[in-house]
DNA sequence: CGAAAATTTGACATGACTCAACTGGAGTGG
DNA sequence: CCACTCCAGTTGAGTCATGTCAAATTTTCG
């Protein structure tokens, strides 16, 4: 198994010696998801973190009316998870399901923890992790107050060049937030500005 | 200065030996603002993170047509930061204003730092309250996106009934996503429809 | 008491949604 | 290689939730 790309991200936030990885990866299991399979079901509880190596994912919650809403897209060097569910066991409120063929490395939660009580270190990188998530996911909430539906997608396709062009186009509605409908006339009508 | 409500609100992530806590509290400021008064200023870099003891304060942002978006309130035992100004020290996009007389204790970023390396347990700390932070952000995007309007101040006030009484009804407003004239119609309807 | 701030109310406007029909590819199988 | 189906995307008509603006009312507080 391939595990460059996540030593490589740590390695962005702490730096372990030999046998600290060795202690981290001894720790990980390789798996393939093929395109449509779940990662995590809506009512289970979540018991893993994955970090993805290749693919794409999409986590989102169905709500009472059925409709679909998705929170984000996992591509490669990020991680798919519930967290919610994961901290506290409880049923989880989310999916995830892989939209292409998927390869992860994952953890367990038991090993996520008794890595962080070998390894202290590591506390630094969920805390570096978990501090940029928050502030992303408190700047959407901004974006979604202050722009409208056109700015929305303005913004991520600027943001997002790869996922615009990798996901189909009602899924990238529903990220933002809109019908599929409505976004396909906003892109028709960025066509007719130009 | 009181410091009581800050060590028992450590206490519920962590244990820390008196000397620990002498540490921590060397480190720590208190400081009084009156109502009205920032904290921190869009455009000012955020060089402190301040533990509420009393009172309250709202984070903010102003958009380009100067509208006011509430990202939180906070109140005793919640923290006033902005996150991403914090550890980027990039100047910030948010407001943090008193709404009511507040008394804080606080620590500059240098010195929150400096406190992990000494007391790595207090990374575990920090990771906690990040977790938990990050956890019912993404919750409000779901919400936001699948609820009415009346249903997000239905759900606001029974999750938070002291805000609800504590803040004007017009800051609510801003922080549910809607104006203030359609939270008072919404208010309006809930009392015909008991 | 008086002024400023917050809330309410109503008429009207609009951004975004719903629904339903249609188009156009991408398989799939005969 | 054509016909068929399936899925994503498009388009248009009508509707609805929420916003805008402006005036009236109530509350707060110096």
Redesign the interface.
């Known amino acids: 198994m391939n595990t460059d790309s996540l030593l490589n991200y740590i390695s962005k936030y702490i730096d372990l010696t030999e046998e600290e990885q060795a202690i981290l990866l001894s720790k990980i299991k390789y798996r393939k998801y093929q395109k449509g399979q779940y990662i995590l079901q809506q009512g289970d509880v979540c018991k893993i973190s994955c970090f993805i190596l290749k693919g794409c994912a999409k986590s989102y ?1 169905i ?1 009472k ?1 059925g ?1 679909e ?1 998705i ?1 984000n897209f996992c591509i490669e060097d990020w991680w798919a998870s519930d ?2 569910s994961l ?1 506290s066991q409880d049923p989880s ?1 989310f999916n995830i399901q892989c939209i292409e063929t998927t390869e992860v490395l994952q953890f367990t939660y038991n090993d996520q923890e008794s890595l ?1 009580n070998e390894i ?1 270190k590591m ?2 990188l ?2 570096k992790m ?6 992303s ?6 974006r ?3 722009l409208t539906a056109k700015e929305r997608y303005l913004y991520f396709k600027e943001q997002n060049p790869s996922i615009d062009q990798r996901v189909p186009q009602y899924m990238i509605a529903s990220y933002l ?1 809109m019908t599929k409908e409505f976004l396909s006339k906003i892109k028709s009508q960025l066509i007719l500005d130009q």
């Open positions: 919650h709500d009316e409709q809403h929170i967290l919610g901290i409120d962080v202290p506390e630094r969920f805390r978990l501090e940029r998530a928050l502030v996911s408190q700047k959407r909430i901004v979604n107050f202050s937030g």
